[in-house]
């Protein structure tokens, strides 16, 4: 698989390599892994940071033919210890600031120590049906999931955003996105700076950066970027709009995103195009968005890119006869996907592979429906619904309703137990002010749009709510959070 590489900028130091240098800099690695044994298909666990070492490292573990495992440098010992446990690493690579993990017996280098002096010409040893990357998804403290993707699924994934997006607009991409997980990695780097484009690192998530975005965006002539709710949520508070007319479309993806912000991220964006993007880790990220699909609404996500997708009646291995097991147009069920970019598996997880994948259909966890015009319209995550006594309530539905109350910093629904109906709902968020005037108006603002059944019984007022690096919540997590506070009485609410 040949690399058509761009060049990479970093924001945060002001350094920049071009095609030349940063070939210069994966050969130097090449060299020193291979002088440290590195065999093909061995792994090399990554300690990721948004820094032009961070993609030299990358590129020299897949053209030494072996498997790269990028995770989070600022997670604790502990749970480096435990997913370097997982890994079974044959070299450890710090490429940022952090712990490193203890793995016994695996050397651990620092990629600041390696000079692309002298290096020589790559001889590259990747096959496309290597294993590339191990995405660790979830168990960091518990048994790591990992996703495993081969360089001929990832080929796939950019092949088909090539050809459902084009690479012109992404002549200058931005990153604010970590580079450990799908979405950052797959889709808003490696997808442009391997199509030939310059690629811009910002810190990821930092408050600084994004109170400076429009200005970035202008000073760097940016043409396009990606993002998740969480960080405008805050670059709509902090930062002012891009003027220089640069900006040409804005991914916006790894949880839903609401009319509402959709309509305000459009406004910031101005003639920006704003692309309500889904993607799964397991698909190599974005399999389908709403390019060219018309007015933001909620839960829209558009036609697939490169990718199948069916409305099935059952979260189970889908039927020999697919066709019987289809919803009909507009009527809800389980999304299933069938892509050439999906995974190989999950790591040394047969039982989760198997739950997950059938006959080259994948469940993605996700309900939705599509449209008369054959449009994706997704309605939550199946492992969130909430069943009030019989009636199905998704929380992102609640979420919606609430998202476009100004002084709304923050949301998040989930369920309760309930005596009566079995599940209720409850409600956490975070208000700029919470005094007694504006929490009677975020309840009128909810209440008047939503259907009574689906209003929550209980009420958190929350300083903050807790999401992943990427910008996901975890609704069980706020769940506790919340169960360990005394809600706020409805009566106050309602006068």
Same mark, same amino acid.
Request: aromatic fraction near 8%.
């Given at each position: 698989?040949?690399?058509?590489?761009?060049?990479?900028?970093?924001?945060?130091?002001?350094?920049?390599?071009?095609?030349?240098?940063?070939?210069?800099?994966?050969?130097?690695?090449?060299?020193?892994?291979?002088?440290?044994?590195?065999?093909?298909?061995?792994?090399?666990?990554?300690?990721?940071?948004?820094?032009?070492?961070?993609?030299?490292?990358?590129?020299?573990?897949?053209?030494?033919?072996?498997?790269?495992?990028?995770?989070?440098?600022?997670?604790?010992?502990?749970?480096?210890?435990?997913?370097?446990?997982?890994?079974?690493?044959?070299?450890?690579?710090?490429?940022?600031?952090?712990?490193?993990?203890?793995?016994?017996?695996?050397?651990?280098?620092?990629?600041?120590?390696?000079?692309?002096?002298?290096?020589? *010409?790559? $001889? !590259?040893?990747?096959? +496309?049906?290597?294993? @590339? /990357?191990? #995405?660790?998804?979830?168990?960091?403290? &518990?048994?790591?999931?990992?996703?495993?993707?081969?360089?001929?699924?990832?080929?796939?994934?950019?092949?088909?955003?090539?050809?459902?997006?084009?690479?012109?607009?992404?002549?200058?991409?931005?990153?604010?996105?970590?580079?450990?997980?799908?979405?950052?990695?797959?889709?808003?780097?490696?997808?442009?700076?391997?199509?030939?484009?310059?690629?811009?690192?910002?810190?990821?998530?930092?408050?600084?950066?994004?109170?400076?975005?429009?200005?970035?965006?202008?000073?760097?002539?940016?043409? *396009?970027? $990606? !993002?998740?709710?969480? +960080?405008?949520?805050? @670059? /709509?508070? #902090?930062?002012?709009?891009?003027?220089? &007319?640069?900006?040409?479309?804005?991914?916006?993806?790894?949880?839903?995103?609401?009319?509402?912000?959709?309509?305000?991220?459009?406004?910031?964006?101005?003639?920006?195009?704003?692309?309500?993007?889904?993607?799964?880790?397991?698909?190599?990220?974005?399999?389908?968005?709403?390019?060219?699909?018309?007015?933001?609404?909620?839960?829209?996500?558009?036609?697939?890119?490169?990718?199948?997708?069916?409305?099935?009646?059952?979260?189970?291995?889908?039927?020999?006869?697919?066709?019987?097991?289809?919803?009909?147009?507009?009527?809800?069920?389980?999304?299933?996907?069938?892509?050439?970019?999906?995974?190989?598996?999950?790591?040394?997880?047969?039982?989760?592979?198997?739950?997950?994948?059938?006959?080259?259909?994948?469940?993605?966890?996700?309900?939705?429906?599509?449209?008369?015009?054959?449009?994706?319209?997704?309605?939550?995550?199946?492992?969130?619904?909430?069943?009030?006594?019989?009636?199905?309530?998704?929380?992102?539905?609640?979420?919606?309703?609430?998202?476009?109350?100004?002084?709304?910093?923050?949301?998040?629904?989930?369920?309760?137990?309930?005596?009566?109906?079995?599940?209720?709902?409850?409600?956490?968020?975070?208000?700029?002010?919470?005094?007694?005037?504006?929490?009677?108006?975020?309840?009128?603002?909810?209440?008047?749009?939503?259907?009574?059944?689906?209003?929550?019984?209980?009420?958190?007022?929350?300083?903050?709510?807790?999401?992943?690096?990427?910008?996901?919540?975890?609704?069980?997590?706020?769940?506790?959070?919340?169960?360990?506070?005394?809600?706020?009485?409805?009566?106050?609410?309602?006068?």
């Amino acid at each position: 698989m040949a690399f058509d590489l761009g060049a990479i900028h970093e924001l945060a130091g002001g350094r920049w390599w071009d095609r030349e240098r940063l070939w210069a800099e994966v050969s130097g690695r090449v060299e020193r892994n291979r002088a440290a044994h590195l065999e093909p298909g061995d792994r090399v666990l990554l300690l990721a940071a948004n820094t032009l070492e961070f993609f030299a490292e990358l590129l020299a573990v897949w053209v030494g033919g072996a498997t790269a495992v990028p995770v989070d440098a600022a997670l604790t010992g502990f749970e480096l210890d435990n997913l370097a446990a997982a890994a079974d690493p044959r070299l450890i690579v710090v490429t940022g600031n952090g712990n490193a993990p203890a793995a016994r017996g695996v050397p651990v280098v620092s990629t600041y120590e390696t000079s692309a002096q002298g290096a020589g *010409a790559i $001889s !590259s040893r990747l096959k +496309l049906d290597d294993e @590339a /990357l191990i #995405l660790f998804t979830s168990g960091s403290t &518990g048994k790591p999931k990992g996703v495993v993707h081969t360089h001929r699924s990832l080929a796939a994934r950019w092949q088909s955003l090539r050809q459902a997006l084009g690479t012109e607009t992404y002549r200058r991409t931005l990153c604010l996105l970590p580079v450990y997980f799908g979405h950052g990695l797959i889709c808003n780097c490696m997808f442009p700076l391997l199509s030939g484009c310059d690629l811009y690192l910002g810190p990821a998530f930092a408050p600084d950066a994004l109170s400076q975005l429009g200005r970035t965006i202008d000073r760097h002539r940016i043409t *396009a970027m $990606s !993002s998740v709710p969480t +960080l405008w949520r805050l @670059a /709509l508070k #902090l930062a002012r709009a891009p003027r220089e &007319g640069s900006l040409r479309r804005v991914h916006c993806g790894s949880a839903p995103l609401s009319r509402e912000l959709w309509r305000r991220i459009a406004e910031w964006a101005g003639g920006a195009e704003v692309v309500n993007s889904y993607g799964i880790t397991e698909t190599g990220s974005w399999l389908a968005g709403s390019l060219g699909a018309g007015e933001p609404m909620d839960g829209l996500v558009g036609h697939g890119w490169g990718t199948e997708v069916r409305i099935l009646k059952t979260a189970q291995s889908p039927p020999a006869a697919i066709h019987e097991a289809e919803c009909g147009r507009g009527e809800t069920g389980y999304v299933w996907i069938q892509t050439p970019a999906l995974m190989k598996c999950y790591f040394r997880r047969p039982d989760l592979t198997d739950a997950a994948v059938s006959g080259g259909w994948f469940f993605t966890g996700d309900m939705g429906c599509q449209d008369e015009g054959g449009r994706l319209i997704l309605g939550g995550r199946a492992v969130d619904e909430i069943n009030k006594g019989g009636m199905k309530i998704q929380p992102q539905d609640v979420e919606n309703a609430a998202e476009g109350f100004e002084q709304l910093s923050d949301v998040c629904a989930f369920g309760i137990p309930d005596e009566l109906y079995g599940q209720n709902l409850a409600l956490a968020f975070v208000l700029r002010e919470n005094n007694p005037e504006t929490l009677g108006q975020f309840y009128r603002w909810v209440e008047s749009r939503l259907a009574r059944h689906k209003m929550p019984a209980a009420w958190y007022p929350l300083e903050s709510i807790p999401r992943s690096a990427r910008g996901k919540v975890h609704r069980p997590t706020v769940a506790k959070l919340c169960g360990e506070r005394r809600p706020l009485d409805p009566r106050l609410l309602k006068s």
